[in-house]
């Protein structure tokens, strides 16, 4: 089974404010060999300013994408990418899912129908107290490293992610359909 883990950076939170895309990961594996098979990461212009909250979170500045391309010069590309993909792996796919969804829409293009899996929604046996998990806090259960000072960055992110996935199958604690 070929699944595709990933993530966003964004402007902001809100897509009906026109926040955009800025960077995504989306990093393809063999889930049996646990191979890299794909790596795509894109940083994106979004031609319009990034929130104050989100550059804190992310520290992305609009300096940092200048001469990057915009989400309408590699839509297609990540929409076939993920159109290639028998799983869709975030942590945070309510978040992330719906606003690739939501740019890809924009431009004409028909949002694939992939299935997902989400490690925070799946992951609440990570907190004592059942709460939705920061993948920090993932990571601190699965003993993932994680560096507080590459976090938010989308390909990273995505590494510890797919490596908390992994050990989660392990241990079986995730259960992905087949």
């Given at each position: 089974m070929i699944i595709t883990c990933l993530d966003t950076e964004t402007t902001?939170?809100?897509q009906e404010d026109g926040d955009?895309?800025?960077?995504?990961?989306?990093?393809?594996?063999?889930?049996?060999?646990?191979?890299l098979t794909d790596r795509y990461v894109q940083r994106f212009n979004p031609n319009r300013a990034i929130s104050a909250e989100a550059q804190a979170v992310h520290g992305i500045s609009l300096n940092d994408l200048v001469?990057?391309?915009?989400?309408?010069?590699?839509?297609?590309?990540?929409?076939?990418?993920?159109?290639?993909?028998?799983?869709?792996?975030?942590?945070?796919?309510?978040?992330?899912?719906?606003?690739?969804?939501?740019?890809?829409?924009r431009l004409g293009l028909?949002?694939?129908?992939?299935?997902?899996?989400?490690?925070?929604?799946?992951?609440?046996?990570?907190?004592?107290?059942?709460?939705?998990?920061?993948?920090?806090?993932?990571?601190?259960?699965?003993g993932v490293q994680y560096d507080t000072s590459a976090a938010h960055a989308a390909d990273y992110d995505t590494e510890v992610m797919a490596e908390c996935l992994f050990r989660g199958i392990d241990r079986g604690v995730f259960k992905l359909g087949d």
């Open positions: 902001g939170l809100s955009k895309i800025i960077e995504i990961a989306l990093l393809s594996y063999d889930l049996g060999a646990r191979k001469g990057c391309p915009t989400w309408e010069d590699e839509a297609h590309e990540v929409h076939r990418r993920i159109q290639g993909s028998q799983l869709l792996v975030a942590h945070n796919f309510g978040f992330d899912g719906p606003f690739i969804a939501g740019e890809i829409a028909a949002v694939p129908q992939v299935p997902s899996f989400c490690t925070m929604e799946n992951g609440r046996w990570a907190t004592f107290d059942g709460k939705l998990p920061k993948l920090q806090e993932l990571c601190f259960c699965l």
